[in-house]
């Protein structure tokens, strides 16, 4: 799986509002990982892919004179969390591990397929004119998002991270889930001030401000979406 | 994520066709930890799930002593080879171990969700009485088995296991949704010999014997399903 280096700096292959991506871009900033994002429109034809990348989905990410190309974001994440061992996101012992992972996978799970994906293919899955998703599939996310709050209220009950004592990839990727929905206006935030407390928290972590700043043409994000203090 | 210990063995929930609990029964075999099987129907209500364990699937992975639940079968795979580092099924650099858990991503998505949980939903949907699959969606799942297997084909032109020198966990994953398919006879070997080479050496090995040994009251594979030379 390798292709001609590019340069000498990670380059990722992203699509700005996809929640994966959005998580292995906090990943490489909290490792403070020179990258260059490289735009994917996601109706477009996508040559960055090798052989055997089926699921034509970014993230893609390049890595710096090895020619290495890997895809998917849960074996980016892996890859760089081996590569890189500083400024850990899974820390801790195999079980402490195995719980960031779970929340990981259930991010992906609970958020991706049943509430992101339908407002992604709304917004762009009639080609280069994006527009904002209708009020009806907003509010059937903002509805079923509502559940998904508590859990993560429930964890916030017993942990001071999601998945423990210490920031980690599971606050990443929950964080990055959410961020997709609310660039939409996709939560309610009412009655959920704890999880919205620790979302503003994630959100003035330097890593996030990129993803703060990203806008697609024809579709503004809600005032609070960039502000820190909500 | 702890439930009361329930003896001195790991105890797997799991479903015999379950592609991806089969994966985790070959590689607790291919390591030699010894584990309980315990049976959760389909169609049955799933008491053995923790609080947010939303996926509702199979495999759940009870642990030894500690009271350790693991559910979501790339969890338990990773946390298994992070505690029990014998028979390692994730050799090699990080490189190596990238390409291993993307052929594991890719069976999943390839096979899954579009192959086996069609048959899976057409058995065993209906309830307690499993149903062969119609000779309609058998046909469909064996046309777009054929492309996979092709690609399965192209690995093993360059490799001497699917994801490098040695055999891995992508060889488990990708065995173990084929057997699936195979159980329902939605494989067709022709023209498949080099890939139908490799799979036979999958199911010679002693890991594979309590899967090729397993029947669904019903739904009878096809008798080249469990025969070691074909």
């Known amino acids: 799986m390798t292709m001609p280096p590019e340069g000498n700096v990670w380059r990722l292959f992203h699509f700005?509002?996809?929640?994966?991506?959005?998580?292995v871009r906090l990943l490489l900033s909290e490792k403070r990982i020179a990258f260059e994002l490289v735009h994917v429109a996601p109706w477009e034809p996508q040559p960055v892919?090798?052989?055997?990348?089926?699921?034509?989905?970014?993230?893609?990410?390049?890595?710096?004179?090895?020619g290495l190309v890997l895809a998917n974001s849960t074996v980016i994440?892996?890859?760089?969390?081996?590569?890189?061992?500083?400024?850990?996101m899974m820390m801790g012992s195999a079980e402490q591990r195995a719980?960031?992972?779970?929340?990981?996978?259930?991010?992906?799970?609970?958020?991706y397929g049943p509430l992101v994906l339908p407002l992604l293919i709304d917004a762009f899955g009639t080609g280069p004119q994006p527009a904002?998703?209708?009020?009806?599939?907003?509010?059937?996310?903002t509805n079923t998002a509502e559940?998904?709050?508590?859990?993560?209220?429930?964890l916030l009950d017993h942990r001071a991270w999601l998945?423990?004592?210490?920031?980690?990839?599971?606050d990443l990727a929950i964080a990055a889930h959410l961020s997709v929905l609310d660039y939409f206006g996709?939560?309610?935030w009412t009655g959920h001030e704890q999880v919205q407390t620790w979302y503003a928290v994630m959100k003035s972590r330097r890593s996030f401000q990129p993803l703060l700043a990203d806008r697609i043409e024809g579709i503004e994000p809600p005032p609070h979406y960039s502000n820190l203090n909500s």
């Open 186 to 188: 996709a939560i309610d």
């Open 132 to 141: 904002r998703p209708s009020q009806l599939k907003i509010r059937d996310a």
């Open 77 to 88: 994440c892996e890859f760089i969390e081996e590569t890189v061992p500083n400024a850990s």
């Open 163 to 170: 998945a423990g004592p210490t920031i980690s990839l599971a």
């Open 49 to 66: 892919y090798p052989r055997l990348n089926h699921s034509k989905l970014t993230p893609v990410l390049h890595g710096p004179l090895r």
């Open 147 to 154: 559940m998904h709050l508590d859990e993560i209220a429930y």
């Open 99 to 111: 719980e960031i992972r779970r929340l990981v996978a259930w991010a992906d799970d609970c958020f």
């Open 16 to 23: 700005a509002l996809c929640p994966v991506c959005r998580r």
